[in-house]
């Protein structure tokens, strides 16, 4: 069963790869790692909290500063969401594309 699923993930990466959408994928999924690290820094160093409402407000500011420092443009996800339509016919729903 283990075989199995890592021999689907290596025919999806070699897919991927060939179809020029991993760079498109594994760049943003980069930034949603820095994102978390950022908001996780920030929790961390407070500590604890009064209430939901304090933890939240926080949140919400750390993410307006983070958003400034935002400067990379945002990747083609138009072609990637079309081959993973492509790809996935059977599973991808037709709203999307």
């Given at each position: 069963m283990l075989e199995e699923a890592k021999s689907r993930t290596r025919s999806l990466q070699a897919r991927m790869r060939d179809l020029g959408i991993a760079k498109a994928v594994f760049t943003d999924e980069s930034s949603i790692k820095s994102l978390n690290m950022s908001l996780r820094k920030i929790i961390k160093n407070r500590g604890h909290f009064?209430?939901?409402?304090?933890?939240?407000?926080?949140?919400?500011?750390?993410?307006?500063?983070?958003?400034?420092?935002?400067?990379?443009?945002?990747?083609?996800?138009?072609?990637?969401?079309?081959?993973?339509?492509?790809?996935?016919k059977d599973r991808f729903p037709s709203s999307i594309y």
């Open positions: 009064p209430s939901d409402d304090a933890a939240t407000k926080l949140l919400y500011l750390a993410l307006r500063n983070v958003a400034k420092k935002w400067t990379m443009p945002p990747r083609p996800w138009k072609q990637a969401l079309n081959q993973f339509a492509v790809l996935f």
